[in-house]
């Protein structure tokens, strides 16, 4: 069995497997994750996902903040 690779970025398929670029694995809430891919016209457009960041950010300060 073979996966699709998709671009992070534009969300199409990668068929030409030279112009894939792998970016890192993503974590599954109740599964081992997947693989994260993009063309690579695309790979240095791709950015962190701003909910996750957002959350980040708001735990940062909160603990840089605490007493």
């Keep these: ?6 671009c992070r970025y534009c969300d199409e398929v990668i068929t030409d497997p030279d ?3 792998y970016l890192g ?3 599954g809430n109740s ?5 994260i891919w993009a063309h690579g016209a695309h790979a ?5 996902d701003p909910v996750a ?3 980040l950010t708001r735990v940062l300060i909160h ?3 605490e007493e």
């Design 53 to 55: 960041t957002a959350i």
């Design 44 to 48: 240095d457009l791709v950015r962190p």
């Design 31 to 35: 599964g081992p994750g997947w693989d």
């Design 19 to 21: 112009d894939a670029v």
């Design 1 to 6: 069995m073979s996966t699709a690779r998709v």
């Design 25 to 27: 694995h993503e974590m």
């Design 63 to 65: 603990r840089a903040l």
